[in-house]
């Protein structure tokens, strides 16, 4: 019987066998979920991880933008300082005109300023980290231990080709997006992010959660996405993670939205996510009406509200 590396448990663990199918490999791996913290996790790491990672993988795939257009920045900047000082009045009518950047409300949460040190680990190119630096942060920085060479873009963003445990400095704020459920070694990681945060500073980790789609789909849900997602935590699994590494977790924010539906309905249909029949890559030629659609947005929704999402984010403090 496997062993939960999460909480030690041994007893009634079940097993599931799940295949790839982001890409349409269809091979097979076998995950368990722990009858005692609930989290579901690969049985054995795989060998070769490169294979499941093609140049296409979408962490890598698209050409990041590094600068705007000069009235675009000019905008944009009056909206951050309004974001941090509420006392713009260009950047306060832009904010009630426009769309606001999801990552402002990381930032709120966590008490970020306009200088605070941030670092965001597993960031791919740095997509989001260019958007936060045409938006106007500047003490900002990426390492992804994937990409083939250090990226050093012309606006000064660079990304680290490392390791977390080649990093010294330490940072106010630090970011997981969708990397922590990569690694092998979650109670390591959290180790090393306690070394690399300052005393006062937070740190993010945004995962998949196995909840209401895991117990809906089973080995179909869409995001177990086997083998490249290691672990699929809990509410439970991440409390004793945190408080086991020195941690105490401050919010959660439930932010799944409507893939966990329509993506594990085409996995249990025999649909890959990259497929030309999927909603992923071609909405007019999917299986599914915007009807549907919309009604997976709005049991999403409800689903964040029930912190039943199939997603979250974790926001950890030093204890």
Known sequence: MPVCRICKNEEKNKKYSVKEMMLGLRESFEYFECQSCGCVQISTFPENLENFYPDEYYS???????????????IKNHRFRYHFTKNDLIGFIVSKVSKTPV??????IAGIKPDSKILDVGCGFGKLLLWMKREG??????????????IRYSNGLIIHKKELHEMGEQFDFIMLHHSFEHMTDPVKILQELHRLIEPSGTILIRIPIASYAWHTFGADWVALDAPRHFYLHTLESMRILAANTGYQITNVVFDSFEMQFWG???????????????????????????????????????????????????YLRKT
């Open 103 to 108: 990552f402002y409300q990381y930032f709120k």
């Open 137 to 150: 942060f500047t003490n900002i920085a990426g390492i992804d231990p994937f990409i083939k060479e250090t």
């Open 60 to 74: 890598f795939s698209s050409k990041p933008k590094v600068f705007d257009p000069g009235i675009v920045r000019h």
């Open 264 to 314: 594990s309905i085409q996995y249990q249909k025999n649909i890959p996510l990259m497929d030309q029949m999927s909603y992923l890559k071609n909405k007019k030629n999917s299986i599914f009406s915007e009807k549907e659609i919309k009604g997976f947005k709005n049991r999403s929704k409800q689903l964040n509200k029930d912190q039943q999402g199939d997603a979250a984010g974790f």
